[in-house]
Structure formats: C-alpha cells, structure tokens
RNA sequence: GCCCCCAUCGUCUAGAGGCCUAGGACAGCGGCCUUUCAAGCCGUCAACAGGGAUUCGAAUUCCCUUGGGGGCACCA
C-alpha cells in the first residue's frame, strides 16, 4: 500500500475564504482517516499579488479549526522548503531540462503581442490560446522570455477521477502554456508538479475549477517520466445565488466566522458536511468522529450552496452543548468587546457567569451573548423603554403602578432573593392582585430589564440581584408616573 | 465562442434497478410545553429538470435537450 500524502497548497494572495479551508479540512481528514501525511505548501509564485498577511491568515485558519500539518511553515519536514519561492532554483532546472528534451521551448512574444492575439481570437469567437510561434523556432534564453510546454498535439488525454469518474479532454484544445515566467518563476502548473512529485503526494484533492487542468499537468508528468498521484476534485461551494462565493456574498473568510463568534468545532461539522455525508441521518460530528468516518467515497459530486441558516442551528447546538464555564470562557472576550463603552472594564467574573449561564441557551453565537437583546440590560444602568411596554394589554396605568408599588413593598423585605424565593413570593402574589400570573411577571419583566423577551423572570431577577431589581422596578414606576 | 463537470424538497443531503406511496436535517408553517424569549417535543408544507431508450420493473443505466457551474493569463 502506497503511503498516503497529502496537500494543502495555498496561495498567499488573499485571505482565505470557506471554499478553500474545506478543501484543507478533507485533506487533513483523509490524511488523519487513513494514517497518512498532511503537508502545507506555499504556492507563493506570484510576487505582484502576494499579500503580507495572506501567510498568517492561512495559518490562522487552519488552527483556529484544529488543522495541524506534519509538514510544513514552521512543521518543518524532509521534503521542504516548503515555499515555493525557496524552490525556484529547482523550477528554472526542470523547465530548462524539459527544454533540452523537446518538449517545452523559450517564447519570445510580448505581452502586447499575446494581448493583441487574443483580442483577435475573442472578436471571431475563436478560443484564445497561444499561437505557437515560437514553437519550432528553437529560440534559446532572453530577457523578457518565458518557456513554454510543447503540448503533444493530436491524441487525447483520459484519467480517472476519484470523485467524477472518467474525464477525457482533447489535446487540441489545449494551448502551449507558460511553464516559467519571464521573472524567474515557475508557474502554477509547472511548480504545482514538481512539488507534488518531489513530495511525493498520494493524492491531489482540490476544487473543482482544477479540474480542466488536470489534463495538462498529466501531460507534465509524462514529459518528467513521473507517475501521476491520484485526483479528487473536490465539488465548489457556491453562495446563495449559485454563483462563486465572493465578498458580496457577506462574510467568506473563514476568520469572520470566528470574529462573529461561531465555534470552531461547529464550523469544523458544518464545513465537513458541505460535499461529503455519512449517511441518512447523522448530522452532528466531533472531529474524532470526522476522522474516523472520512473517505472520499462519500464526497458528493454536485457543488454546495453555502447555508448559513444551518450554520446558524449547528452553532447553537454547539453552544448549548458547552458546560456554562467553557461557554462564559468563550463569550467573555465578545462581551468584553460588544458591550456599550461606558460599562466599566475589566467585567466582574463571577457576575459575568451568571449572565452568561442565562444567555447561553439563548444565543446563536458568542458574539450574540453581548447584543442589546441579550445582555446589555445586565450590565448597564440606563435601560431605556418607552414606558407604554411596562402596561399589560388588559391592565391600565393605575393597575400597573400599583402592582409594582405593591411588588417592590413586597421584594423589600424580602429575606433571600433567589430564584425559588422570588417565585414562591410572586406567584401568589399575583393571585392576591387577582392577576394573572404573566401579566405582573410581564410587567416586572420590561422594569427589570426593559425588554418583553427575556431569560426567565426569577432567574433574571436574582442575578441582577435585589438592590438592581428594586431600583429598577422603581424607576419603572416613576417612569410610567411621568407618562401623565 | 470552445472544452469539461454537475442536475433529488427553498438549502444541505440519503438513495449505487424492485426495500421509494423518495428518508433525514436546516429554514417555513401549525400545535404542545410555558411568566416572555429560547430550547425541547409533536405535526405539516415541500423534490427525483424535460424527453426518449434499455428493462417485467428506473430517482437509480444509456442518449438527447434544457438548466447551472467551472475552465480557456507571464493568476493561482
């Protein structure tokens, strides 16, 4: 059995969105499933494009989800470097090599030229592709020359995808493609395959849009004298309009999901059922479990649209599955942040706890434990509602005044104020008003908290604790008072 | 324009000739629970793109059409 090694080969020219850390995520949970390697590679050929922070973004996102490679940036590993930009000793070698045998050849066409050929090409819809001029003209090195691959003409190249099956492409309809750029470095298809034989990957799983140049890094291949690795091409994520996945899709790095406080583990669950099922039924996956049941087999062929609804659920899902200490660890930096800036940092821990052991079966995300709706009355002093929300539909202005006037005598004096307390209190006491029991916890509610939509009365009340709870219920009372 | 890939509920998907009057999940809708919200539970709406062919029998095989997507750079 041939020892499986895989890739994840970013380029650094971007921030790298869910599509491309799905592709990552399957590599990684083959190489994991199947006792394999896992290696990332920097494709970082493109100097104009090259973003600074695009490195660190990548390597953040694979270890926000819990991606760890075994080769690497900073892995190490026999088969390095692992940036493409250390290697090109290795590509001008290869491609002056693949000159000497006849099956590339230095071009010497400008770029005006190419951009004129293909302007030309477009106008009588002809498919744009190198002419071939300097095919056979046997130029050697200059300037501003690049090297091209001599595509064997006539025939047609067929492999076997693991995931699509038989894909045949005709040679003819493939271009003479640069091999070595004029600056000294290789292209995408010329270093993408030296590296994946010199690092001798098993199997190549990546998008799909890979797919139609498969044919020509087969080619390559050949012309090397190498065998190929497998080939997966893994299906497309979509947005929701079923077009590609960019920016006007909303958020698409996988780092906004973490900033708008979705888990990690669910993000990992939901990114894995984006083109791969285990069956009918099971939804919900620890990465154990991923690991274990991962194999390419089950990766579907059609291109997923992105469902941030679902999304949504699974997070919660995970949130609630969290122990309320892991889930307060988790949220404090969101409400140290989200909260209104004149609530006074560092937060008090242990109050904090217990805001967020009432928030936590409430909130999709953890940057939605500091939401006005959520938390903010928790911690702030000016709650602010109009003064109409404080009176239930059957009640009037007068019923409702007394009814806190009578709360607050009540709550005064009272010996404790937890939970169980306030309900043994209340709960009769609404009797005694001959009320219903929602609509004096109603009205305490929006006094308390200023909200009709809240954790539940009791449990609201005794965090907040009686000094807050009283002094709010008060002012409640004054406000309704000022409504005249 | 040319090449390639794909095609089951709105979305993610199960389905590898009879187990399908097509299953699950999200969302939606209705109900239960309940002090509100959330969660939970129960129920409901909802799909095999169209047409041929093969077969006793097709969501499943083949062909065509249509639709969608991807690719066609000195970008990856």
């Keep these: 059995m041939k020892q499986i090694r895989v890739r994840y080969a970013p380029s650094p020219t971007g921030i790298p969105h869910v599509g491309n850390i799905r592709t990552a995520l399957f590599n990684w949970l083959f190489a994991r499933h199947t006792g394999g390697t896992f290696i990332v590679r920097i494709e970082d050929t493109d100097v104009a494009r090259t973003v600074p922070e695009a490195l660190e973004a990548i390597l953040e996102s694979l270890r926000w989800l819990g991606i760890d490679w075994d080769e690497g940036p900073e892995a190490g590993g026999n088969a390095g470097p692992y940036f493409q930009s250390q290697r090109l000793e290795l590509y001008n070698r290869m491609s002056a090599e693949l000159v000497a045998k006849g099956d590339a050849y230095y071009c010497h066409c400008t770029p005006e030229r190419l951009e004129e050929m293909r302007k030309e090409q477009t106008a009588r819809k002809a498919p744009p592709g190198y002419d071939r001029r300097c095919r056979e003209l ?19 190249t067929t492999f076997r995808d693991l995931i699509r099956g038989e894909v045949t492409f005709d040679n003819a309809v493939l271009d003479d493609f640069v091999l070595l750029k004029s600056d000294g470095y290789p292209t995408y298809h010329l270093a993408n395959v030296i590296d994946d034989n010199y690092m001798k990957i098993s199997h190549v799983m990546r998008g799909e849009e890979w797919l139609s140049s498969t044919p020509r890094h087969l080619m390559l291949y050949r012309a090397f004298g190498w065998s190929p690795p497998e080939f997966a091409h893994l299906p497309i994520i979509l947005g929701t309009d079923r077009s590609k996945l960019s920016k006007r899709h909303g958020a698409v790095a996988l780092l906004d999901y973490r900033a708008q406080g979705y888990l990690a583990e669910a993000m990992t669950n939901f990114l894995a059922l984006l083109g791969w099922s285990l069956d009918d039924k099971t939804e919900l996956f620890s990465k154990e479990e991923l690991c274990r049941h991962f194999t390419i087999e089950r990766v579907s062929q059609t291109a997923a649209i992105f469902n ?14 969290l122990t309320t200490d892991a889930f307060a660890a988790r949220a404090l930096p969101f409400l140290e942040k989200g909260l209104p800036p004149e609530i006074v940092r560092p937060l008090d821990q242990s109050y904090v706890k217990k805001v967020l052991a ?7 995300t953890l ?9 903010w009355f928790f911690f702030t002093d000016r709650v602010d509602y109009p003064a109409e929300l404080l009176i239930d539909k059957k009640l009037d202005k007068t019923q409702t005044a007394n009814l806190l006037a009578t709360t607050t005598a009540r709550l005064d004096v009272l010996p404790a104020f937890d939970a169980t307390t306030l309900e043994g209190m209340l709960r009769p006491l609404a009797e005694e008003m001959g009320l219903k029991a929602g609509q004096l916890f109603g009205a305490l509610r929006t006094a308390v908290s200023g909200l009709t939509a809240t954790p539940p009365l009791f449990q609201m009340m005794e965090t907040l ?11 409640a009372a004054a406000k309704l008072e000022a409504l005249g």
């Design 138 to 156: 046997g130029l050697g090195p200059a300037p501003n020359a690049v090297i091209r691959f001599k595509i064997p003409l006539s025939l047609k």
């Design 465 to 475: 604790g009686k000094h807050r709870s009283i002094t709010r219920i008060r002012e």
């Design 308 to 321: 941030k609804e679902k999304l949504d659920w699974m997070n919660g899902v995970y949130i609630r599955a």
């Design 367 to 375: 940057a939605e434990a500091a939401s006005p709706e959520l938390s």
């Design 358 to 364: 009432l928030v936590q079966e409430r909130a999709k």
